[in-house]
């Protein structure tokens, strides 16, 4: 569309060759920034464009809209193919809502088989128009996982605890009995051994019977963080009936509620925020340099040092380029000896750890995909589930010789049991702390090894990532901007979200390294 700006001209001199680029600049600037499209027709951005060179059109809204419809349908193209070449993906979905309105929003994460590198993309972000049932919720996940043609290839998704959530997927995919826990911010803990689907039986007997949900794994940062905030009223010197625990904390709230009311320009206090995990230990760290009190400072010290290897537990499963599904439960069994070591309080943080995560470290897949991690490797189970080594050994030896007996591979091997060199192999397997690469797996079947991987360790602990797209979308859904069609936000969180990946123009850099060397010399 891009040449229709240069009134149909046969020939471009070379100051008109730029305005392609620019014009497609100036579409991703939109993309990029996140501004309203209506921008490009104020006429103060024409009057400035005009004084810059008044060669140049911008273009028009309804023209801006169309190419970037256009740029929309060949990500998805380019996505779909992506996606069309894995074997297995895992998505990750959460809901949001902001000024009245709800969406539910989904990325794609996959490992790319020679590199081993963890990719992602943006998948959707739709407006909730109805009430967020469990059917509603499972009936959108579906449709985007049809959308993108990955139904059958994710092998997990994951969410946070919401109620709704769990019921879905209880409704709708894999049939399992589940532990119930009362979540968010209740402050009483109850658990208990319950068959939600034969709750929910009698709801879903309408219920389209062609929609099936993957495997559900729930957010194991959201999970933690409730053990971070809710379960620490249990423990004793931190209940909010302590004297000492409930005088710091009303003198924090007190401190943080003040500043607020200042009109000062000056320094400011970190505060916590209920959506970011961790704010309130980041706050309180903070908080602790300028705090005088000996009694305040000795009771929040205390807090800060126990939860700080909870704070970093929960930064590591937050990331997304190392969270090999792998790396879960041994990150977990490290945090728990930690927790342990409290003299006074190490048997309590015990129980509500295994309250939190004990049933974790009985979840097959999960002890699957921490074998079959080089930086662990199957030695790890003596230590994480010494009572189902064998079992999981087991299993990785029946999945591995169905790979080599489908494919074919490795067939130097011919003369030797296949079932014996495996078993050999995991016995001789060793662990490796060095950056994932297929040099880390076993020789003898190696392709076979590393597909295994891929699909344990494919799935993500944390759904931070689709975190990350509600903070783009809350730069678009602001207070101005509450009338923004469906179809203009979902384009607009999709581009933001898959520029990088697919390969689009994007801004080089090339303003940001002067600046950066411009700062040097001043220095």
Same mark, same amino acid.
Request: with cysteine; aromatic share 10%.
């Given at each position: 569309?891009? +040449?229709?700006?240069?009134?149909?001209?046969?020939?471009?001199?070379?100051?008109?060759?730029?305005?392609? =680029?620019?014009?497609?600049?100036?579409?991703?600037?939109?993309?990029?920034?996140?501004?309203?499209?209506?921008?490009?027709?104020?006429?103060?951005?024409?009057?400035?464009?005009?004084?810059?060179?008044?060669?140049?059109?911008?273009?028009?809204?309804?023209?801006?809209?169309?190419?970037? $419809?256009?740029?929309?349908?060949?990500?998805?193209?380019?996505?779909?193919?992506?996606?069309?070449?894995?074997?297995?993906? &895992?998505?990750?979905?959460?809901?949001?809502?902001?000024?009245?309105? &709800?969406?539910?929003?989904?990325?794609?994460?996959?490992?790319?088989?020679?590199?081993?590198?963890?990719?992602?993309? =943006?998948?959707?972000?739709?407006?909730?128009?109805?009430?967020?049932?469990?059917?509603?919720? $499972?009936?959108?996940?579906?449709?985007?996982?049809?959308?993108?043609?990955?139904?059958?290839?994710?092998?997990?998704?994951?969410?946070?605890?919401?109620? /709704?959530?769990?019921?879905?997927?209880?409704?709708? $995919?894999?049939?399992?009995?589940?532990?119930? !826990?009362?979540?968010?911010?209740?402050?009483?803990? +109850?658990?208990?051994?319950?068959?939600?689907?034969?709750?929910?039986?009698?709801?879903?007997?309408?219920?389209?019977?062609?929609?099936?949900?993957?495997?559900?794994?729930?957010?194991?940062?959201?999970?933690?963080?409730?053990?971070?905030?809710?379960?620490?009223?249990?423990?004793?010197?931190?209940?909010?009936?302590?004297?000492?625990?409930?005088?710091?904390?009303?003198?924090?709230?007190?401190?943080?509620?003040?500043?607020?009311?200042?009109?000062?320009?000056? /320094?400011?206090?970190?505060?916590?925020?209920?959506?970011?995990?961790?704010?309130?230990?980041?706050?309180?760290?903070?908080?602790?340099?300028?705090?005088?009190?000996?009694?305040?400072?000795?009771?929040?010290?205390?807090?800060?040092?126990?939860?700080?290897?909870?704070?970093?537990?929960?930064?590591?499963?937050? $990331?997304?380029?190392?969270?090999?599904?792998?790396?879960?439960?041994?990150?977990?069994?490290?945090?728990?000896?930690?927790?342990?070591?409290?003299?006074?309080?190490?048997?309590?943080?015990?129980?509500?750890? @295994?309250?939190?995560?004990? !049933?974790?470290?009985?979840?097959?897949?999960?002890?699957? &995909?921490?074998?079959?991690?080089?930086?662990?490797?199957? +030695?790890?189970?003596?230590?994480?589930?010494?009572?189902?080594? /064998?079992?999981?050994?087991?299993?990785?030896?029946?999945?591995?010789?169905?790979?080599?007996?489908?494919?074919?591979?490795?067939?130097?091997?011919?003369?030797?049991?296949?079932?014996? !060199?495996?078993?050999?192999? @995991?016995?001789?397997?060793?662990?490796?702390?060095?950056?994932?690469?297929?040099?880390?797996?076993?020789?003898?079947?190696?392709?076979?090894?590393?597909?295994?991987?891929?699909?344990?360790?494919?799935?993500?602990?944390?759904?931070?990532?689709?975190?990350?797209?509600?903070?783009?979308?809350?730069?678009?859904?602001?207070?101005?901007?509450?009338?923004?069609? /469906?179809?203009?936000?979902?384009?607009?969180?999709?581009?933001?979200?898959?520029?990088?990946?697919?390969?689009?123009?994007?801004?080089?850099?090339?303003?940001?390294?002067?600046?950066?060397?411009?700062?040097?010399?001043?220095?």
């Amino acid at each position: 569309h891009f +040449t229709t700006y240069y009134n149909n001209s046969r020939t471009l001199t070379p100051e008109l060759t730029k305005f392609p =680029t620019a014009l497609n600049a100036q579409a991703m600037w939109f993309v990029e920034t996140l501004s309203p499209l209506s921008l490009c027709e104020h006429p103060y951005t024409r009057e400035m464009f005009a004084y810059l060179s008044p060669q140049f059109q911008l273009m028009s809204r309804n023209t801006l809209a169309r190419d970037l $419809g256009d740029l929309m349908d060949k990500a998805k193209l380019q996505l779909n193919n992506l996606l069309y070449k894995q074997t297995w993906v &895992a998505t990750t979905a959460d809901s949001w809502s902001v000024q009245r309105r &709800a969406f539910l929003g989904m990325t794609v994460h996959w490992i790319d088989r020679p590199s081993l590198k963890r990719m992602k993309a =943006t998948l959707a972000c739709r407006e909730l128009k109805v009430s967020q049932t469990h059917e509603l919720l $499972g009936e959108v996940i579906h449709d985007i996982h049809q959308e993108f043609g990955i139904a059958n290839k994710v092998v997990a998704t994951t969410t946070d605890n919401g109620a /709704n959530y769990v019921a879905a997927f209880d409704a709708f $995919g894999e049939q399992k009995e589940r532990l119930v !826990v009362q979540e968010e911010d209740e402050e009483v803990l +109850t658990a208990q051994l319950c068959d939600v689907q034969g709750q929910l039986d009698a709801e879903d007997n309408d219920s389209n019977p062609h929609l099936t949900l993957p495997p559900h794994r729930r957010c194991c940062v959201h999970t933690m963080n409730l053990l971070a905030t809710t379960d620490i009223n249990e423990v004793v010197g931190w209940s909010r009936g302590h004297t000492p625990w409930r005088k710091a904390t009303a003198k924090v709230q007190y401190l943080w509620k003040l500043q607020k009311q200042s009109l000062i320009a000056a /320094n400011q206090l970190k505060t916590a925020i209920k959506r970011k995990w961790n704010s309130y230990f980041n706050s309180v760290n903070v908080l602790l340099e300028v705090m005088s009190l000996p009694e305040q400072v000795e009771v929040l010290t205390e807090y800060r040092d126990v939860m700080k290897p909870v704070a970093d537990t929960l930064d590591s499963l937050q $990331g997304e380029d190392n969270a090999y599904m792998g790396i879960l439960l041994p990150t977990l069994l490290v945090l728990k000896r930690w927790l342990l070591q409290d003299q006074q309080r190490g048997e309590l943080f015990t129980v509500l750890f @295994i309250f939190r995560f004990g !049933v974790l470290f009985e979840d097959q897949d999960l002890l699957m &995909a921490s074998a079959l991690h080089p930086s662990f490797t199957p +030695t790890i189970l003596a230590r994480i589930a010494p009572n189902q080594a /064998n079992a999981i050994k087991d299993r990785i030896v029946r999945e591995l010789k169905a790979m080599v007996e489908l494919f074919g591979a490795d067939q130097d091997g011919v003369d030797q049991d296949v079932e014996e !060199v495996l078993r050999a192999t @995991i016995h001789d397997w060793k662990p490796k702390q060095e950056s994932l690469s297929w040099a880390l797996f076993p020789k003898d079947h190696r392709e076979a090894w590393v597909d295994l991987f891929i699909k344990y360790n494919t799935p993500l602990p944390s759904s931070a990532a689709v975190e990350r797209v509600f903070s783009t979308a809350g730069d678009i859904v602001r207070p101005k901007r509450t009338a923004l069609a /469906n179809a203009s936000f979902d384009k607009l969180v999709f581009l933001k979200g898959n520029l990088n990946l697919l390969g689009f123009p994007t801004y080089k850099g090339q303003f940001e390294d002067k600046q950066q060397g411009a700062k040097q010399e001043r220095k």
